[in-house]
C-alpha cells in the first residue's frame, strides 16, 4: 500500500526555468513532509520542508506547497539549474510516529 | 560537522553468509534509523534507536535482520544468513531535536 505517491518518474526541464514536482499521500494522519534530494551513490539530502498547519514554505529557489484537502503537496524550484538535475524523494511523517514514509522519488533533469 | 558515516560503501557475499553493516550517526543525536531502497523503488523505514533502545522495529523483513546500537552511539546491522533479496541500499539516518532526517551515504549491498 503506497501511501506516498510521486507518480512521474522522470521530469526534464530547460535551464533556468521553473521545476515543479508533484507529490500525493492517501494518510490524512501525515503531519510533516520534506523533501529530499539524491545524487547518485550518495544518500539523500534535506531540501526543505513543511508542517500540515501551513500551506507554503520558501527556501530560496526552492518553495513547497501542501494542499491538504487534496492530500498534495508540490516542491517548485525557480530558476532550475543544472546542479539540480537529481532524484527527489517526497516523505511524510505519521503524527506520534517517527519514521518516514517515502514516494517512489521523481528523476529531474536540467538541460543547458 | 561530521555527517553520518557507513561502512563499507559496497559489500558483495554469497547467499547464506553473513554481513554486518554499520553506521555512526551526527554526534549528539540520540535518533537513528535503518532503511533500504530495492531495485529503485521507494525508500523504505526498517527501525528506528532512541539512544540504545529500539523504538520501533516494525519495518524488519524477518529475523534474519539484527540491528544493535551500542552505548547509543553508533549501530550495526547484521544480516544472517543473506538471502538474494537482501540486495539494496541500506541507508542509515540520525536525527536530533527537530524533524529532519541526515542521511548517510548508504551501503550497497549485493547478494549472490
Known amino acids: 500500500d503506497q501511501q506516498v505517491k510521486q507518480n512521474s518518474p522522470s521530469l526534464s526541464v530547460q535551464e533556468g526555468r521553473i521545476s515543479i514536482l508533484n507529490c500525493d499521500y492517501t494518510?490524512?494522519?501525515?503531519?510533516?513532509f520534506l523533501w529530499y534530494k539524491k545524487y547518485p551513490a550518495e544518500g539523500p539530502t534535506f531540501l526543505i520542508s513543511i508542517s500540515s498547519i501551513k500551506d507554503k514554505n520558501e527556501d530560496g529557489r526552492f518553495t513547497v506547497f501542501l494542499n491538504k484537502s487534496a492530500k498534495h503537496l508540490s516542491l517548485h524550484i525557480v530558476p532550475s539549474q543544472p546542479g539540480d538535475s537529481a532524484v527527489y524523494f517526497c516523505?511524510?511523517?505519521?503524527?506520534?510516529?517517527?519514521?518516514?514514509?517515502f514516494g517512489q522519488g521523481t528523476r529531474l533533469t536540467i538541460n543547458p | 560537522e561530521a555527517g553520518v558515516t557507513q561502512f563499507p560503501s559496497h559489500s558483495v557475499i554469497e547467499k547464506g553468509q553473513t554481513v554486518t553493516l554499520r553506521c555512526d550517526p551526527i554526534?549528539?543525536?540520540?535518533?537513528l534509523y535503518w532503511y533500504r531502497r530495492v531495485m529503485g523503488k521507494e525508500i523504505k523505514f526498517l527501525l528506528h534507536f532512541v539512544k540504545e533502545s529500539k523504538q520501533d522495529e516494525s519495518g524488519m523483513p524477518n529475523n534474519r535482520f539484527l540491528a544493535e546500537r551500542t552505548g547509543g552511539t553508533y549501530s550495526t546491522l547484521k544480516v544472517q544468513p543473506a538471502e538474494l533479496e537482501d540486495s539494496g541500499v541500506y541507508f542509515c539516518a540520525s536525527r536530533g531535536a527537530g524533524y529532519e532526517q541526515y542521511f548517510g551515504p548508504g551501503t550497497r549491498l549485493t547478494v549472490t
Open positions: 554526534s549528539g543525536h540520540d535518533n
Open positions: 494518510n490524512s494522519m501525515f503531519d510533516y
Open positions: 516523505a511524510a511523517y505519521f503524527q506520534g510516529a517517527q519514521k518516514l514514509v
